[in-house]
């Protein structure tokens, strides 16, 4: 089978708006030499230039499917693309519909929860740097 998308990190495939998507999870770092002039300019400049590399490699593909691509970009720092901000903004106002609970309080939790795993996730990165001890 060949491979549906160029280097996904995770790749979660969910109908949006009536059409296939293929939502491309990544993470992405302000301090990468590419982006590093525009990230000290826009707070989700990494994110903007990785959800536009991902289209490049990923619209053929899934155009060829019948599906949509969808960059789910996060910076390390926890910026946001604009991409993963609608979609989760989207699945925060369906959860408010069926739960009856307020849109911001399930925002504040999606982001608390991606925003802990995040934080997770670069602590794990910088604990498999350090040498063990002796």
Known sequence: ????????????VMTLQFKTAALDVSITSP???VTLLEAGVSATAA??????RKHQAN?????????VCVPMV??????????????ISSVASRLATSTCRP???????I?????LNL???????ILSRIAPPP
């Open 111 to 115: 982001y608390g929860r991606l925003n």
């Open 103 to 109: 849109k911001s309080t399930i925002l504040h939790e």
């Open 1 to 12: 089978m060949d491979t549906l998308l160029v280097s996904a990190t995770m790749l979660v």
């Open 47 to 52: 994110a903007q230039a990785t959800e536009a």
């Open 59 to 67: 619209d053929p593909k899934c155009s060829e499917l019948g599906w």
């Open 74 to 87: 996060v910076e390390t720092y926890g910026a946001w693309g604009k991409e993963a901000t609608a979609i």
């Open 119 to 125: 934080v997770c996730a670069n602590a794990t990165a």
């Open 31 to 33: 301090l990468n030499p």
